[in-house]
């Protein structure tokens, strides 16, 4: 059974950076993509940044330049650094992964930016 073990996220001031990470529960080669994705209260729930198996990473427009999504394939983690942080970041940030035709989430970890 895959887990996906998220840490990091809490509050921080706009402007400023966080970082969130995400443990796989076995090799993160044997992932066809991995990524996070947010959810604010009320909206859906958005693609951040993925990065594929051949580690091309893609970004929504919203994060572009801030965000970097990056991999530890020594320790199966997947990394999120946050920079420039912005109210409108606030959400709870969630890791996905995708094996096959299955896919795989994090426990979810709230991100708050005031401002």
């Known amino acids: 059974q895959v887990q996906l073990v998220q840490s990091g996220g809490g509050l921080v001031q706009a402007g400023g950076s966080l970082r969130l990470s995400c443990a796989a529960s076995?090799?993160?080669?044997?992932?066809?993509?991995m990524g996070w994705y947010r959810q604010a209260p009320g909206k859906q729930r958005d693609l951040v940044a993925i990065?594929?198996?051949?580690?091309?990473?893609k970004y929504a427009d919203s994060v572009k330049g801030r965000f970097t999504i990056s991999t530890d394939t020594a320790k199966n983690m997947v990394y999120l650094q946050m920079n420039s942080l912005k109210p409108e970041d606030t959400a709870v940030y969630y890791c996905?992964?995708?094996?096959?035709?299955?896919?795989?989430w994090g426990q979810g970890t709230q991100v708050t930016v005031s401002s």
């Open positions: 996905h992964a995708v094996r096959g035709r299955t896919d795989y």
């Open positions: 076995g090799s993160i080669f044997s992932f066809n993509v």
């Open positions: 990065i594929t198996s051949d580690s091309n990473p």
